[in-house]
């Protein structure tokens, strides 16, 4: 038996500046965010997701999205009813469309799903299965789970701040300086509302823009390390590790 097929395992991958208008499903998805970002809205909500981000949307929810300068690639499956009921029954709020907020974890978990779908050999599907039962788990689990409320303003737009050019070196006092607020406020609330640190942020906000690089170009690893803001190869090589699991020449490979 396929079992990736049986789950409707696939990976999907969609254009830069693109959008998805609002739309419903017959069936309940898990999706898993490998790399890029997108703003989404269901059930009268918007949310902000990234590489790293699990997240469920219950059957005919409606729900668009929005994607990005760097477009997006997810891993998509439709559980089971039983696996779904098997939550519901142990709390989980599938119904309110919850999400798992994103982890350098989850992440590879879905790159080595990615790699066990492209494989060609007798366990590949056998793999897929238990990957992706293991991201039902995490969803089950709810470590890290968003909450429903928004950031307020101020520290959206510093976040938007540094998503416009990650590269280019801030200081918590300057930051602080520019949100109004006190250094160790704004410290404290980026981790509250993000789930990481300003520092985690803009290291994985540069990884990402040096794996669409990878991807896209054929740059050599110094330029696209420098462009990203690394101070050199050794800890370009270090994070994109740290968040990819590989190194950033093998990630090059294994996305051609």
């Known amino acids: 038996m396929n079992y990736a097929h049986s789950l409707q395992l696939h990976v999907s991958r969609y254009a830069p500046n693109s959008a998805l208008p609002l739309h419903r499903h017959d069936e309940a998805w898990l999706c898993l965010v490998l790399d890029g970002a997108y703003e989404e809205q269901i059930q009268s909500r918007r949310q902000q997701h990234a590489a790293g981000d699990l997240l469920f949307c219950p059957a005919h929810a409606e729900h668009g999205q929005c994607f990005g300068a760097a477009g997006a ?13 098997y939550l519901l029954e142990r709390g989980v709020p599938l119904g309110q469309a919850p999400s798992v907020q994103r982890s350098p974890q989850l992440l590879r978990m879905g790159l080595r799903l990615a790699r066990e779908l492209r494989a060609d050999d007798a366990f590949a599907s056998l793999a897929a299965e238990g990957l992706a039962l293991e991201l039902l788990a995490a969803l089950g689990r709810g470590e890290g789970r968003s909450p429903t409320a928004q950031p307020p303003p ?27 607020r006190h250094p160790v406020h704004v410290a404290r609330s980026f981790r509250t509302w993000y789930g990481e640190t300003m520092g985690e942020y803009v290291r994985r906000v540069r990884t990402e823009k040096a794996a669409l690089l990878l991807r896209s170009t054929r740059r050599p690893l110094i330029e696209i390390a420098l462009d990203c803001g690394f101070a050199g190869a050794a800890p370009f090589s270090r ?17 051609r």
């Open 154 to 180: 101020w520290l959206r737009r510093l976040r938007e701040g540094i998503d416009e050019d990650p590269s280019v070196e801030l200081s918590l006092d300057y930051l602080a300086q520019q949100a109004g």
């Open 73 to 85: 690639v997810k891993i998509l499956f439709s559980p089971s009813a039983q696996a779904q009921e």
């Open 239 to 255: 994070s994109f590790r740290a968040a990819y699991g590989m190194t950033p020449s093998a990630y090059r490979q294994t996305m």
